[in-house]
């Protein structure tokens, strides 16, 4: 069974950068068949995509927030991490990592999600 | 900006039907893309529900059903259980985007 885990600090100071990584198991990041993507959601809020990277480290950045991210993959890992940066109060959400398939527009499998904070 | 209109909330009593709706445009629902949706029980990750506008998961309900139509899809759940207590989000690719778009969202509430 596929799962998904994010880490990283659950606290990030205004004007930093904000670190996660999404460890794999059950499977290989490496296979062609799919898209390793961010989503994150703001308390009380709806869903917001971020971004996707395919294996061979090809990017898919949400244009709002594409010149503050970077996805970047481990395939030896088996792990792939994002990186925002300039965060502010408003970046402040639950940030799921999660997979979509190739080829399909549907995202099949979603870590259990971390919260990130944005304060001082 | 290209949204997926969502109603904020529906209602119901156990065992009646409810549908939700998700408006789209021309680049997401409207263009042809395939429209998804998902359940996300309360402090929980969203759960795949229906997918490529009308499938079902292995595992999910036959009370749950899809369809789309011109820009626009909905969800239907017949026969309302208090366990379908949870917020719902449609979800299309939309070539603006280049990647994922997801609807506003909406809340069931069984009364």
């Known amino acids: 069974q596929l799962q998904l885990q994010e880490s990283g600090p659950g606290l990030v100071k205004p004007s930093e950068t904000l670190s996660l990584t999404c460890t794999v198991s059950?499977?290989?990041?490496?296979?062609?068949?799919?898209?390793w993507g961010w989503i994150r959601q703001p308390p009380g809020k709806g869903l917001e995509w971020i971004g996707s990277?395919?294996?061979?480290?090809?990017?898919y950045y949400n244009p709002s927030l594409k010149s503050r991210v970077t996805i970047s993959v481990d395939t030896s890992k088996n792990q792939f991490s994002l990186k925002l940066s300039s965060v502010t109060a408003a970046d402040t959400a639950v940030y799921y990592c999660?997979?979509?398939?190739?080829?399909?527009?549907?995202?099949?499998?979603w870590g259990q999600g971390t919260l990130v904070t944005v304060s001082s | 900006q290209s949204v997926l209109t969502q109603p904020p909330s529906v209602s119901g009593a156990p065992g009646q039907r409810v549908t939700i709706s998700c408006t789209g445009s021309?680049?997401?629902?409207?263009?042809?893309?395939?429209v998804h949706w998902y359940q996300q029980l309360p402090g929980t990750a969203p759960k795949l529900l229906i997918y490529?506008?009308?499938n079902r998961p292995s595992g999910v309900p036959d009370r749950f059903s899809g369809s789309k139509s011109g820009t626009s899809a909905s969800l239907a759940i017949t026969g309302l259980q208090a366990e379908d207590e949870a917020d719902y989000y449609c979800?299309?690719?939309?070539?603006?985007?280049?990647?994922?778009?997801f609807g506003t969202g909406t809340k069931v509430t069984v009364l």
């Open positions: 490529g506008n009308s």
């Open positions: 059950g499977g290989s990041i490496s296979s062609s068949s799919y898209y």
């Open positions: 999660a997979r979509r398939i190739v080829g399909a527009t549907l995202i099949d499998y």
């Open positions: 021309s680049s997401n629902i409207g263009a042809g893309y395939d």
């Open positions: 990277i395919y294996y061979s480290g090809s990017t």
């Open positions: 979800q299309s690719y939309d070539s603006s985007l280049s990647g994922s778009r």
